[in-house]
């Protein structure tokens, strides 16, 4: 069989990111060759995430001085690199968005899966806001006949970040009451998912009244104002006076986290999912030893999170049919940006379709 795959010309478009000027532009470039133990994916769509943003206002530190953004991809198998026996030109799959260092402590004892300094896609090598990507053969996943392209891209941080924050930091299980801040795109997968996990009662936090409702619909059992000065006395109400045993933090300022934290029970946790510049300012040392609270960061997923979510979607037990908020054209990515930007019509992703 052949591992070239027919119509692949020799230039693509591309998103390139500039980070001396703080640029975005399209541009022609030459298609990437799959190395050994890689693949070439010709992408079908590709997520628009806050961390990309982040990258764009310089909250992130840019690794490279230039690149291609996008880490949300679903694709097709286009070309095999020297060695690839375990894919096909043509298979549905979702690239994991991170490489090994190979440098690091935890990888030189070969627990990969653990590297210390873990490489991204589209922050230290080329990601998918183009019509081709290149990745490691190990580390892809393969989409369900019965999955829609545009539903698994999602699965690759929109859905796998959240999922790993509740089921591994978190480890939420049968009958912990959950408060979630901020229900916008990571927000909103955290209500479904600790409903999934068995999250009672599950109290959505936002400022924003639609998102509130979405919240609603998509499993939250109560939805509150953060602006609300009796917050912490509703809260109360709906938990029976226990308070909660986990809080996630989807938005990562400083206010969000104070709240998050004095809703808490006894030995409840606060999980930082959301990421800013400000500092967590969580309250006296009094109140955390005294009630043994706990605050966690997390970040990221591990790849097998993909391969369950992927299944839980062709089996029904996940719907996401109400995240896609939009789809627009590679040649209109900088209409996608603005649009995350300023939050049009409360998205809870907007896809890149090259």
């Known amino acids: 069989m052949s591992t070239d795959a027919p119509q692949i010309g020799s230039t693509m478009l591309a998103e390139r990111f500039y980070a001396a000027t703080r640029e975005v532009k399209l541009e022609q470039i030459p298609v990437p060759e799959p190395g050994p133990g890689e693949v070439l994916i010709k992408v079908a769509y590709c997520g628009i995430c806050h961390s990309d943003l982040s990258l764009i206002d310089g909250n992130f530190p840019s690794r490279v001085p230039v690149i291609t953004q996008g880490h949300e991809v679903a694709g097709t198998v286009a070309k095999l690199g ?11 799959v979702i690239p994991s968005a991170g490489r090994a260092c190979l440098k690091c402590r935890n990888c030189l004892r070969g627990n990969f899966a653990a590297c210390l300094n873990l490489n991204l896609m589209a922050f230290a090598f080329d990601g998918g806001w183009a019509e081709y990507v290149v990745a490691g053969a190990i580390g892809c996943t393969r989409i369900p006949d019965n999955v829609p ?5 999602l699965l690759a941080d929109a859905v796998s970040t959240p999922f790993a924050a509740v089921v591994r930091t978190a480890q939420v299980h049968l009958g912990n009451a959950v408060g979630i801040w901020g229900v916008g795109g990571v ?7 600790t409903k999934l996990a068995g999250g009672v ?5 936002d400022i924003n009244d639609v998102a ?11 939805a509150f104002r953060s602006d609300d000065p009796d917050l912490l006395g509703k809260i109360a109400e709906a938990t029976g006076g226990r308070m909660l045993d986990v809080a996630f933090d989807a938005v990562g300022i400083t206010a969000t986290a104070r709240q998050a934290v004095a809703s808490l029970d006894s030995n409840g946790q606060v999980i930082t999912v959301g990421m800013s510049a400000q500092s967590i300012d ?9 009630l043994r609270k706990q605050v966690k960061g997390h970040l990221g997923y591990q790849v097998q999170d993909i391969g369950i979510l992927a299944e839980l979607l062709s089996r029904g037990r996940l719907d996401l049919t109400e995240s896609i908020s939009e789809i627009v054209p590679l040649s209109e990515i900088h ?6 930007e300023k939050k049009t019509n409360n998205p809870i992703r907007i896809l890149v379709k090259p």
Do not use: C, K
């Open 82 to 92: 020297l060695g690839v026996n375990q894919w096909q030109v043509g298979d549905r």
């Open 149 to 153: 392209m545009e539903q698994a891209a």
């Open 335 to 340: 209409r996608g940006i603005e649009m995350l």
């Open 187 to 193: 927000g909103t997968h955290l209500v479904q998912l």
């Open 282 to 290: 969580a309250g006296s040392f009094m109140e955390f030893s005294l």
């Open 201 to 205: 009662p599950i109290i959505a936090v």
């Open 212 to 222: 509130l409702e979405r919240a609603l619909r998509l499993g939250a059992d109560y």
